[in-house]
């Protein structure tokens, strides 16, 4: 792709994520969902690993996502309309342990039976502590998304809070652990809510893979 491309793609995802962004339906269940009549991109990681503030910096907004201090506060799956152009799925967080076994098994539970029922869902968006790396529960999230052949890429957060001389290592400590899951994209984006840095790449990411899906407005 050329540089000409990159910069279209770019712009195209800054205007995507400038246009209007509402929360449209809440779901508890997978027996309780929208129409899978729209092209789905979801963002799914660990309880308190900054995903309400990814989706809020995405779309240039300060309340869109509900921004809790309380790890396992968001219980269902959240669908937002992005202008348009797509559904924005906030999963669940997963693996908090202060939260009923019960309620674990039903989260995972809807979250499975959500991945393997949605063929309008493009990707998933594996969010990592970008301090930590991928722990045991993100795996077995990874795996979940390998063995229902669903699409997914991991974005590290919390760019801000590594040493800028750690920021590599961590890349590539991370590359290493996709490199041989099949349904794994290749990029890994690290970026940070609180600072703004790769805030547009990710939207660059979510431009060109609407694009790919022959997404067009």
């Known amino acids: 792709m050329t540089n000409t491309d ?13 246009g209007s962004a509402e929360f449209i339906f809440g779901s508890t269940s997978a027996t309780d969902l929208p129409k899978a009549d729209a092209v789905e991109i979801a963002f799914a990681g660990r309880s308190n690993v900054g995903k309400s503030s ?3 910096a995405l779309t240039n ?12 506060r ?5 669908f937002f309309d992005i202008g348009g152009h797509f559904r924005l799925v906030d999963l669940p967080g997963y693996g908090y342990a202060a939260v009923s076994k019960e309620k674990v098994a039903n989260w995972t539970a809807t979250i499975r039976d959500f991945l393997r029922g949605r063929p309008n869902l493009a990707r998933v968006f594996v969010l990592i502590d970008g301090r930590h790396g991928p722990k ?7 795996d979940l998304l390998d063995e229902a052949a ?8 919390k760019r801000d809070e590594v040493k800028l001389g750690d920021v590599q290592s961590r890349l590539e ?3 290493q652990e996709i490199a041989k899951r099949p349904a794994a994209y290749p990029e890994i984006l690290f970026v940070s809510s609180h600072t703004g840095e790769e805030i547009p790449t990710l939207r660059t990411a979510v431009a060109r893979l609407l694009a790919e899906r022959g997404e067009t407005r």
């Open 6 to 18: 990159d910069d279209e793609l770019m712009e195209r995802g800054r205007k995507i994520f400038a």
């Open 54 to 56: 990814l989706v809020n």
């Open 61 to 72: 907004r300060k309340t869109l996502a509900r921004v809790s201090h309380t790890p396992g």
């Open 74 to 78: 968001t219980q269902q799956l959240n």
């Open 136 to 142: 045991d529960v993100d795996r077995q999230v990874m």
């Open 150 to 157: 669903v699409s997914y890429a991991l974005v590290l957060t």
């Open 173 to 175: 400590a991370t590359q």
